[in-house]
């Protein structure tokens, strides 16, 4: 071999040595860039999913009541709203009534729909496990200026009562306000504290969180 051609293959030598530093080189420097994006234990966790029905539900339960709609609520598994217009398109009873109010001995004919019917369309959640669990149910209608009336679920019935609440859409033939809303007549009562005017909401649950609770 001549001294040029030796030379010439320590040239290329060196070249592939220099060729593989720089290849070994940009290998590290990808590796060291990429590790701790790759590395499960430096990567932030994942925030949790929010659930779409959990906040649509508590969306719904702290919306502010509209004038006229009635919330139906509690321990029931389909919460919803209704309207004086809902109620009209539903079956209509009527009553006939006589009570003694603030303003003096009363006596009307009212038209609406029964409340019983209203609150068993919510499904509320009585313990069937228990004898007549329903019996232990409790409805508190709420009305204008916070106004309050509790019911015990038999007085509403017909399983158990022959009264007929309802949630009247008129009075005397003369229909109530939209913005109203319904008025509740109760014409077992001789009194018309319970007769709630602008009812705005139905609690429906049972008394069983009270009684034992206070053992």
Known sequence: MTQDEDRRLSA??????????????????????????????????????????AS??????????????????GEVDKPYTITLADLRKL???????EFVSAKGDQK?????VLL???LKAAQPRF????????????????????????????????GFAKS???????????AFEDSAGPRLVVPQDTRGGRYVSELNQLWVGTVDPVVDGGR
């Open 56 to 73: 649509a539900s508590a969306t719904a339960s702290s919306a502010p009541i509209g004038p006229g709609e009635v919330r139906i609520g």
């Open 164 to 174: 007929q609440v309802l949630l009247a859409v008129s009075e005397d033939g003369a």
């Open 91 to 97: 079956p209509q009873a009527e009553a006939s009534v």
């Open 108 to 112: 009307h004919t009212y038209q609406g």
């Open 12 to 53: 290329g030598r060196a070249s592939r040595r220099v060729a593989h530093g720089w290849a070994t080189a940009a290998t590290v420097l990808l590796l060291t860039s990429c590790g701790p994006a790759d590395d499960p234990k430096g990567a932030a966790a994942p925030s949790a999913p929010v659930s779409a029905s």
């Open 127 to 158: 313990d069937q496990s228990k004898k007549n669990g329903q019996l232990r149910g409790v409805v508190a209608a709420t009305g204008g200026g916070d106004y309050r009336a509790v019911f015990a679920w038999a007085e509403i019935d017909p």
């Open 116 to 118: 019983h019917e209203v």
